[in-house]
């Protein structure tokens, strides 16, 4: 599975981004996909996870309320509308697969990474 992450950009404070992640390969695999951060200078970190079928999202308590991931499965691809942006969640967003359907928060569980796309938010 290849994937390809988009939509990033500068914005200010307040603001609202949509991140595209799309999925090509192996795309016939009903897996668990999630979208993490890193910022500068710090550990990447989980945002948002989701499973095949859209139905069990998780979000990590930092952007809870704020972000929204769904999913198209027509397409191969997955969204993060991200609302209220704040300079902390400024950073390189990620999306990965997991080759199961279980939507998970954790790093380790994934199996496939896409390239970063950049977000930046100023005060």
């Known amino acids: 599975v290849q994937l390809q992450a988009s939509g990033g950009g500068s914005v200010q404070a307040g603001g609202s981004l949509r991140l595209s992640c799309a999925a090509s390969?192996?795309?016939?695999?009903?897996?668990?996909m999630g979208w993490f951060r890193q910022a500068p200078g710090k550990e990447r970190e989980a945002v948002s996870a989701?499973?095949?079928?859209?139905?069990?999202?998780y979000y990590s308590g930092s952007v809870k309320g704020r972000f929204t991931v769904s999913r198209d499965n027509t397409k191969n691809t997955m969204y993060l509308q991200m609302n209220s942006l704040k300079p902390e969640d400024t950073g390189a967003y990620y999306c990965a697969a997991r080759s199961l359907n279980w939507a998970s928060l954790r790093e380790s569980d994934y199996d496939y990474w896409g390239q970063g796309t950049e977000v930046t938010v100023s005060s």
């Open positions: 989701i499973n095949y079928s859209g139905g069990n999202t």
């Open positions: 390969g192996r795309t016939s695999m009903r897996n668990a």
